[in-house]
């Protein structure tokens, strides 16, 4: 490990006029393996600061109040269509769905009678535009909801309830729309 960077010495001359005792930190402040000077350490708890707030990438930076507010947005903006696009995605499914087949089985009944129910099975070409559309936006969802856990990750008080709020007016104003299916024919045992 080349130490050259301390006052100009090499290694070897840094080694030579130290003491065998010498401990030198590297977790000091001044002293960083590739990081460079501005390499500072990751909050590990939650905090409300609008200074120098990295958000996914190393330019994009937060240092104001109005930085700040965009990014909320945004990042509500983001959480919410994540929520949107869950439900688009169930509704396209649905949509999509071709290959019905119904299969009767038996069931057994009162007194030891047997009876016959019928289901319906539906399915998906796996070669066919639907299901390409479907792959791409389950690839969109993936990303994005990285994105919105390592947004979480800041550990940034503001960040974090723009994530929580997001989700939930998305999962609001979105999830009604789903449709849920009962079964007239299950029976309570």
Not at 32 to 38: F, P
Not at 134 to 148: D, E
Not at 171 to 189: G, M, N, P, Q, R
Request: charged residues 10%.
């Amino acid at each position: 490990m080349d130490h050259s960077h301390h006052t100009g010495m090499s290694y070897k001359d840094y080694n030579s006029t130290t003491s065998p005792s010498h401990h030198h930190p590297s977790t000091s402040a001044s002293h960083s393996h590739g990081g460079g000077d501005d390499m500072m350490m990751m909050p590990m708890t939650f905090y409300f600061g609008i200074k120098n707030v990295k958000l996914l990438f190393s330019g994009l930076v937060i240092n104001t109040a109005g930085e700040m507010a965009g990014a909320f947005v945004a990042v509500f903006l983001l959480a919410m269509f994540y929520e949107g696009l869950k439900i688009a995605r169930e509704s396209l499914l649905r949509k999509s769905q071709v290959s019905i087949r119904y299969n009767s089985m038996p069931v057994p009944g009162p007194n030891g009678t047997i009876l016959m129910e019928t289901h319906k099975t539906v399915g998906q070409q796996m070669l066919s535009f639907p299901h390409l559309l479907q792959t791409v936006l389950h690839i969109i969802q993936v990303v994005i909801s990285y994105f919105l856990m390592l947004i979480f990750m800041t550990y940034n008080g503001y960040l974090c309830i723009a994530v929580a709020a997001g989700a939930g007016t998305g999962y609001f104003l979105f999830s009604w729309k789903k449709a849920v299916v009962v079964d007239i024919t299950e029976h309570c045992h």
